[in-house]
């Protein structure tokens, strides 16, 4: 059995997927010999059977087997010829084996037109190519805080399972796993300054930021966006490295967060992705910034 | 500010604070010497220290701890002269703030000066100053407008309505007028 990696997290319920991450499951099969597919599910318990089935949610539609193994490139501009684009769209995923690519499975960037496709990266870039070995993937997009994912306090097992056969109908049963947890609380969660991302009280204005440090693989978060807090409705944060509040990676987000002037409580929201522009998971945050001492007042009494 | 002697036999100095107060070494209040639990009253005619023992009162502010302190002297050990309260204090994430002067700073304390000075007699009100001052109309009232002052420059304004024979203010310095 393998294991369905979210930037490299999900193998165990200590380096599990955070809940709520966008995720793209894509079902694919390297032997570009699929005719039918029989059922495809995330269940929450292994064997052949399929409980949960997204057959019928996926794209393309499971009905589109494009298949082949005399698809080329032509590097003016940037096109792979396949059989047919029929079905297709941008964002749909291919497998593709060739000498000169790694093989594995790429993401569509465009359907130029019946026959021609552009391939996010552009992996064969250089120089035209033949008998490029295809076979259209199916992708699930959702999150894993959607049905039928499951997640719990200490890392629930999710199966994803795949059944296909050939011309020859001769089947197989895929099936992998992956963990997904729910977010912890705390600091273990969003450490700010050191300590939980809400209540605290720091001396100055800038504050260090560690996102799931617990986890191997940080949740599979990668990307992180600031905002509006949902209550406060406003932001007082901006990244230390580099400023603003828009998209960033995780190592530049954790180059920590700078408040804006002045003492008093400060107010934002951080947005875990596990893709560049993917689905947000939002967590508000919160410091109230004293960098100046005590204000006192004496008062003379006789007694 | 002026602390009038009168008949008192201690003199009270209560601190109070804007946010809970930190730990020290071993107490929230430090002396000009870094001693923990006391201030010090400097004598500035004398160029000498008293110390002041402080406690907390807690039950000033239910919920907020360390905010409010008190300690008492007695004003026998305290000559008429000029004073400062000298200390430092800390909050909880560790910005000071030094009363007056302090003998080891930091260097980036918030200082906030605290003087007075202790003065014999008691403080009496002089006599008053009357005056009246043009009748003004308010509707269809018509009322009469006093102006008292004292001569430490203490004014108060008083509305007498027409027909009332007396009504009573009362100001800072407990000055009564019948």
């Known amino acids: 059995m393998a294991v369905v990696l979210l930037n490299s997290a999900g193998t165990s319920a200590d380096d599990p997927i955070l809940k709520g991450l966008g995720i793209d499951v894509v079902f694919w099969t390297s032997s570009m010999d699929v005719t039918t597919i029989n059922d495809m599910g995330i269940d929450p318990t292994t064997g052949a059977t399929i409980t949960n089935s997204v057959k019928s949610s996926v794209t393309p539609a499971d009905t589109v087997v494009t298949a082949g193994a005399t698809g080329s490139y032509t590097n003016s501009g940037s096109l792979y010829t396949i059989s047919s684009t029929t079905g297709l769209a941008a964002d749909d995923y ?65 199966f994803i399972k795949f059944d296909a056969q050939d011309a020859g109908a001769n089947a197989t049963d895929f099936e992998a796993n992956c963990f997904v947890r729910d977010a912890p609380t705390g600091s273990s969660y969003i450490e700010l300054e050191g300590g939980d991302y809400t209540g605290q009280t720091a001396g100055d204005l800038s504050h260090t930021l560690v996102i799931l440090s617990g986890w191997t693989n940080n949740g599979g978060v990668t990307h992180l966006q600031l905002a509006n807090h949902s209550v ?72 | 500010m002026l602390f009038y002697r009168a008949d008192h036999t201690n003199l009270v100095i209560r601190l ?41 009162l807690p039950f000033e502010t239910p919920g907020i701890p360390n905010d409010v302190f008190q300690g008492s002297i007695l004003l026998s050990s305290l000559p008429d002269n000029d004073y400062q309260i000298r200390g430092r204090v800390r909050d909880v994430i560790g910005n000071y703030t030094i009363l007056s002067a302090f003998g080891s700073p930091n260097g980036n304390e918030r200082v906030m000066m605290f003087e007075f000075s202790i003065v014999g007699g008691e403080f009496i009100p002089s006599a008053l100053r009357m005056r009246i001052v043009p009748v003004i109309e308010r509707g269809a009232m018509v009322d009469e407008f006093i102006r008292i002052e004292t001569i430490e420059n203490l004014t108060r304004s008083l509305v007498v309505q027409e027909n009332t024979r007396s009504r009573t203010i009362t100001d800072n310095n407990r000055m009564q007028l019948l």
């Open chain 1, 94 to 158: 291919i497998y593709l084996s060739h000498a000169s690519l790694t093989d594995g499975i790429y993401k569509i960037a465009s359907v130029v037109d019946g026959t021609d496709l552009t391939i996010v990266g552009d992996p064969l870039n250089g120089s035209d190519q033949t008998n490029v070995a295809y076979q259209v993937a199916w992708v699930y997009i959702t999150d894993t805080g959607t049905s039928p994912f499951l997640s719990n306090g200490t890392g629930d097992e999710n």
């Open chain 1, 232 to 303: 406060q409705t406003q932001n007082d944060f901006t990244w230390t490295t580099g400023g603003g509040t828009g998209e960033v990676t995780l190592a530049t987000a954790e180059g920590g967060l700078t408040a804006g002037a002045g003492d008093g409580m400060k107010y934002g929201r951080l947005e875990l992705k596990s893709s560049a522009g993917g689905t947000a998971v939002g967590i508000d945050i919160d410091i109230n910034v004293d960098s100046s001492g005590p204000t006192l007042g004496i008062t003379l009494l006789g007694g």
């Open chain 2, 16 to 56: 109070d604070s804007n946010e809970p107060l930190g730990i020290l070494d071993t107490d929230y209040i430090e002396d000009y010497n870094g001693d923990d639990g006391q201030l010090t009253i400097y004598n500035v005619d004398t160029i000498t220290d008293t110390p002041l023992s402080m406690v907390p």
